[in-house]
C-alpha cells in the first residue's frame, strides 16, 4: 500500500518502504492487541482483588490457591512482552503518524486523535508498570491510580481505533491479502525477518524477566528486578522489619488480640498449643514476583469461631506496623473460613524472621502480598 505524505511545503512524498504497509501493521497490531487485552483484564482483576467494592468483598474466591500468582504473573509478563511489540507497531506505522495535512475531515481528525491517546497511554502504561515492578516512582503522582485511570483510557482508545480501522484489519489479516506489494522483494529485509526479530526480541524480554513468578524460568531470571529464591528464609522480603519500624524490643510483650462476640487474648506459647497446621502457598507479590513456601500456623476461621465468629465470619486484621498502606486487612468470608488460610508462626520449616512477619502473619490462599498482613496483633470478628 502507498502512503501518499503530504508535507508542509513541497510535492506529496510516497512512502515506499515494504515493511510500513498495512499488513505488516495488521500482523502487530494483532500481538500487541492482544497483550493490552491481557494487561487489562488482568490489570482490572487484580484491582477488584486488591480494593473490592463492598458487594464483591465477601463473593471473592479463595481458590484456586494459585489464581492472583497466575494474573498477576501474567499481567507483568504480558506487560513486557508487549513493550517490544509497540515499538515494533510504531516503527511500521510511523510514516502514517506524521502524515500531513493531520486530518482532512472531522471523522479523521477524531480517528487521529484516539490514535495519539492510544499512543501516549500505551507508552505511559508499559512504561510506568515497568519501572513499578523495580520499585521506581521518578513522577509526583501516585502510580496505581493513574496506572488504573489509563487503562480504561486505552482500552477505549484501542477499541475505537480497532473499530475504525477495521476495514483494513479485515483485509489484511490472512497472508493473501492483497495490495502489499510496493517494492520489489530485494527492497530490505522482508516481513517474515522483521517478525522473525520481533518474536526474538519479545522471547529474549519474556524468558530473561518471566522466571519472577514462573518458577521453570527461575535459572534463566537475568533482568526481573526479583529474584523469588533469594531472601533469609528462601523467600525475598518487600518491606523490612526495619523500614516498617518494628523492633524485637516492641515485640516483648507481644499478645494477639482477637475481639468478636467473645473476645481473648493469647501469647505466643499459648497460640503454639493450639492445633498447628502447614500449607503451602505462595506470596504473589501486585509487582509480579511470587514464590511458594511452607507455612505452619493456626487457621484463621479456629480463632475467629473462638471468638464467636459464625461459619461466614469476615476478618479483619490490624498490624502492629505503626503506619503504612498494609497495616489494616480486611478479608472476606471466603478466604476467612477457608482452612488454607493461617496465621502462620513458622516458614519453610522455622520460626517466622522478624523480616517475614515474626511473631505471626497472616497467609491467605489466592490474595495479592500486600494482603499478606506480616506482624499481626489484632485479630477481629467482622
Ligand atoms: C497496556 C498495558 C497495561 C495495562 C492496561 C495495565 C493495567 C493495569 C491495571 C488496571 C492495574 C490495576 C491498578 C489498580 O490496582 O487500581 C495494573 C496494576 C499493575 N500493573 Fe499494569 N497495566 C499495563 C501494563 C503494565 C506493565 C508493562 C507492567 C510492568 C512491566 C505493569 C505492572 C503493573 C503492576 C506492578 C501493577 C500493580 C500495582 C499495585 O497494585 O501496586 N503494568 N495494571
Ligand atoms: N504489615 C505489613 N505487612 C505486609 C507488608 C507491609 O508493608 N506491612 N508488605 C506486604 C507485601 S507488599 C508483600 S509482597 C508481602 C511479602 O511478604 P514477605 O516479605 O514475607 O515475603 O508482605 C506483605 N505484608
Ligand atoms: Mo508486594
Known amino acids: 500500500m502507498r502512503f501518499p505524505l503530504r508535507f508542509p511545503s513541497g510535492p506529496p512524498v510516497t512512502f515506499k518502504a515494504r515493511l510500513?504497509?498495512?499488513?505488516?501493521?495488521?500482523?502487530?497490531g494483532r500481538l500487541l492487541g492482544l497483550a493490552f487485552a491481557v494487561c487489562f483484564t488482568t490489570g482490572v482483576l487484580s484491582h477488584f482483588f486488591q480494593h473490592p467494592p463492598v458487594w464483591l468483598a465477601d463473593r471473592l474466591p479463595s481458590r484456586p490457591y494459585w489464581g492472583y500468582r497466575f494474573t498477576q504473573g501474567l499481567h507483568v509478563v504480558s506487560g513486557i512482552a508487549a513493550i517490544p511489540l509497540l515499538l515494533a507497531k510504531l516503527w511500521a506505522v510511523y510514516p502514517r503518524l506524521f502524515a500531513w495535512p493531520p486530518f482532512r475531515s472531522v471523522r479523521q481528525a477524531l480517528e487521529r486523535a484516539a490514535v495519539a491517546v492510544l499512543v501516549a497511554?500505551?507508552?505511559?502504561?508499559?512504561?510506568?508498570?515497568?519501572?513499578?515492578?523495580?520499585?521506581?516512582?521518578?513522577?509526583?503522582?501516585?502510580?496505581?491510580?493513574?496506572?488504573?485511570?489509563?487503562?480504561?483510557?486505552?482500552?477505549?482508545?484501542?477499541?475505537?481505533?480497532?473499530?475504525?480501522?477495521?476495514?483494513?484489519?479485515?483485509?489484511?489479516?490472512?497472508?493473501?491479502?492483497?495490495?502489499?506489494l510496493v517494492l520489489?522483494?530485494?527492497?530490505?529485509?522482508?516481513?517474515?525477518?522483521?517478525?522473525?526479530?520481533?518474536?526474538?526480541?519479545?522471547?529474549?524480554?519474556?524468558?530473561?524477566?518471566?522466571?519472577?513468578?514462573?518458577?521453570?524460568?527461575?535459572?534463566l531470571d537475568l533482568f526481573a528486578p526479583r529474584d523469588p529464591a533469594a531472601g533469609p528464609q528462601g523467600l525475598p522480603v518487600n518491606?523490612?522489619?526495619?523500614?516498617?519500624?518494628?523492633?524485637?524490643?516492641?515485640?516483648?510483650?507481644?499478645?494477639?488480640?482477637?475481639?468478636?462476640?467473645?473476645?481473648?487474648?493469647?501469647?505466643?506459647?499459648?497460640?503454639?498449643?493450639?492445633?498447628?497446621?502447614?500449607?503451602?502457598?505462595?506470596?504473589?507479590?501486585?509487582?509480579?514476583?511470587?514464590?511458594?513456601?511452607?507455612?505452619?500456623?493456626?487457621?484463621?476461621?479456629?480463632?475467629?469461631?473462638?471468638?464467636?465468629g459464625g461459619p461466614d465470619a469476615r476478618a479483619r486484621v490490624v498490624s502492629l506496623e505503626a503506619a503504612g498502606a498494609y497495616r489494616v486487612m480486611e478479608m472476606g468470608r471466603?478466604?476467612?473460613?477457608?482452612?488454607?488460610?493461617?496465621?502462620?508462626?513458622?516458614?519453610?520449616?522455622?520460626?517466622?524472621?522478624?523480616?517475614?512477619?515474626?511473631?505471626?502473619?497472616?497467609?491467605?490462599?489466592?490474595?495479592?502480598?500486600?494482603l499478606q498482613t506480616k506482624w499481626v496483633g489484632r485479630l477481629e470478628v467482622a
Not at 510500513?20 to 502487530?28: I, Q
Not at 530490505?188 to 529474549?204: E, F, Q, S, Y
Request: hydrophobic content about 45%; proline content about 7%.
Open 20 to 28: 510500513h504497509d498495512a499488513r505488516t501493521a495488521t500482523v502487530l
Open 184 to 219: 520489489p522483494e530485494a527492497a530490505g529485509p522482508d516481513r517474515r525477518t522483521l517478525l522473525a526479530a520481533v518474536a526474538a526480541g519479545v522471547g529474549a524480554v519474556t524468558l530473561t524477566t518471566a522466571g519472577q513468578s514462573v518458577s521453570a524460568l527461575g535459572r
Open 239 to 308: 518491606r523490612t522489619a526495619d523500614a516498617a519500624r518494628v523492633t524485637e524490643a516492641s515485640l516483648r510483650d507481644w499478645r494477639l488480640t482477637v475481639a468478636g462476640p467473645r473476645p481473648y487474648t493469647l501469647g505466643l506459647d499459648e497460640l503454639r498449643a493450639l492445633p498447628q497446621h502447614e500449607v503451602t502457598l505462595p506470596i504473589a507479590c501486585v509487582e509480579g514476583w511470587s514464590r511458594n513456601a511452607r507455612w505452619t500456623g493456626v487457621r484463621v476461621r479456629d480463632l475467629l469461631e473462638r471468638a464467636g
Open 121 to 180: 497511554a500505551g507508552v505511559f502504561e508499559l512504561f510506568s508498570g515497568l519501572l513499578n515492578t523495580f520499585q521506581w516512582y521518578p513522577w509526583p503522582f501516585s502510580f496505581v491510580p493513574v496506572h488504573f485511570a489509563l487503562a480504561w483510557l486505552l482500552i477505549g482508545a484501542l477499541m475505537l481505533h480497532v473499530a475504525v480501522k477495521w476495514p483494513q484489519i479485515h483485509a489484511h489479516w490472512t497472508r493473501r491479502s492483497p495490495g502489499t
Open 334 to 370: 471466603h478466604y476467612a473460613q477457608d482452612p488454607l488460610t493461617l496465621l502462620a508462626l513458622r516458614l519453610n520449616g522455622e520460626e517466622l524472621s522478624l523480616d517475614h512477619g515474626y511473631p505471626a502473619r497472616i497467609i491467605a490462599p489466592d490474595r495479592p502480598g500486600v
